[in-house]
């Protein structure tokens, strides 16, 4: 994998747990989350680990920055 490939799945990890954070917010908002919120999330965090697998495959494993 390119170097480019390799930073647009850092780019698309950081924007799926962009995702993950705004719909978290949403469903503790509310006082009864819909079904289909759970869903959603669900399936972002799935694409999200899919991403983690594919970069630690290429050797680039996503590497959360210091705190």
Known sequence: MTADEIENLNRARASLARQRSALARRIGAS???APSAAEDLTRILLAIEAVD???ADEGRPHM???S
Request: aromatic share 0%.
């Open 31 to 33: 006082d009864v989350a």
């Open 53 to 55: 697998r594919t970069l």
């Open 64 to 66: 959360p920055p210091e």
